[in-house]
């Protein structure tokens, strides 16, 4: 992945400015909290596309099982302020403008866990223990770059087509820091890998990103599940190999998605939008548009999970009841047979 040239001085001084914040903490000028139970932050370097919401989702089928667990999140682009409990508000009420798509997605999967949004990662966690002392463990989404809490156990996920040790700071590339800074995870996942990804791929990664004697490196891929119907039309559709797709995206990299539905449907339509981005009702009323250009009984609108979660708890999926609509659920899973080796690293290191 080449930079910007240009734009290269500018992401050498934003690379500088992350690094310095990143430093004042490592020396002690400023004083990262440590909560009293167990934390597991999962984040990245880059600004999006690694996959860090399935990952998360992992961790929560595989923890939930074993203890009391909550996520916490900083509600990306909700429309509420401070700290934030989804498990308060009525589900027929809670939007993603409450508490942000991802937190949406959590509490939407998983209703027997805790989901708490809060800037304030520190305030957050103290809001968890203070209104719940059994909990074990805390799951802090995206929290790579929160300095201001230190995980006991920092996953840091990379995208194998683009990982950062190709990339570069901000506005020349999409690293939210320097690629040194992966130096401080415990875990490094590259996500999004080919199935069939041979030892020498792997060997090459390995040497692409240089870890360190005390990180531990993992490979995972997507499975992409059956889809999911999102409302009484999707119920009722049958699907064949002759049906039809509109797909609506609003996520960093959809292209592999695009590639695998691709090879199951016949894709009259992509609307790709960017990251987290919240649908208009001018935006719907063109989908609609295109979804009945034709009289095509056999047809379906596939959206991701993630993006379902801006659809149907607003008004958009009234909008939407005459379209049979789909999300596309994607799970992560260990290459390898890796998973025999995560698991009893996992608590063997949030038990420290």
């Not at 990262?32 to 990245?44: D, F, L, M, R």
């Not at 690629?179 to 060997?203: F, G, M, W």
């Not at 596939?302 to 909008?319: A, C, G, P």
Request: proline letters at 6%; aromatic letters at 12%; glycine letters at 4%.
């Amino acid at each position: 992945m080449r930079p910007q040239k240009l734009l290269y001085p500018f992401a050498l001084i934003y690379g500088a400015v992350a690094a310095l914040r990143r430093w004042t903490y490592r020396c002690g000028l400023r004083k990262a909290y440590q909560a009293p139970i167990p934390t597991i932050g999962v984040g990245n370097l880059s600004v999006g596309g690694t996959g860090k919401t399935p990952h998360v989702e992992y961790l929560i089928r595989l923890l939930s099982n074993q203890c009391k667990i909550a996520t916490l999140s900083r509600g990306y682009k909700r429309k509420t302020k401070g700290f934030v409990l989804a498990n308060d508000i009525d589900p027929l009420q809670l939007s993603a403008e409450m508490i942000g798509d991802e937190p949406l997605q959590f509490f939407t999967k998983f209703p027997h866990i805790k989901v708490a949004v809060d800037k304030n990662r520190k305030e957050g966690i103290q809001q968890l223990l203070q209104r719940f002392p059994d909990l074990q463990c805390i799951i802090l989404d995206d929290c790579y770059q929160h300095l201001q809490v230190k995980p006991d156990l920092s996953v840091l996920i990379t995208e194998y087509q683009k990982p950062y040790a190709k990339d570069y700071p901000l506005p020349s590339g999409r690293l939210r820091e320097f690629r040194s800074a992966a130096r401080y995870a415990d875990i490094v996942i590259v996500s999004k890998c080919p199935e069939n990804l041979t030892e020498q791929q792997r060997a090459e990664m390995t040497g692409l990103l240089k870890l360190q004697d005390y990180q531990h490196l993992f490979f995972t891929a997507m499975h992409y599940g059956e889809l999911t119907a999102l409302n009484e039309c999707g119920k009722k559709q049958q699907i064949t190999s002759q049906t039809e797709a509109v797909v609506l995206t609003a996520i960093a990299h959809p292209n592999p998605m695009i590639k695998y539905l691709s090879e199951k449907f016949n894709i009259i339509h992509h609307y790709r939008f960017p990251d987290h981005h919240y649908f208009s009702a001018d935006e719907i009323d063109e989908i609609q548009k295109t979804f009945f250009s034709e009289k095509n009984q056999n047809r379906i609108l596939v959206t991701t999970e993630k993006d379902s979660m801006r659809l149907t708890h607003n008004n958009f999926i009234k909008q939407l009841d005459t379209i049979p609509l789909f999300s596309q659920p994607i799970e992560p899973y260990f290459l390898f047979q890796e998973k025999n080796l995560f698991f009893p690293l996992l608590f063997a290191m949030i038990k420290k």
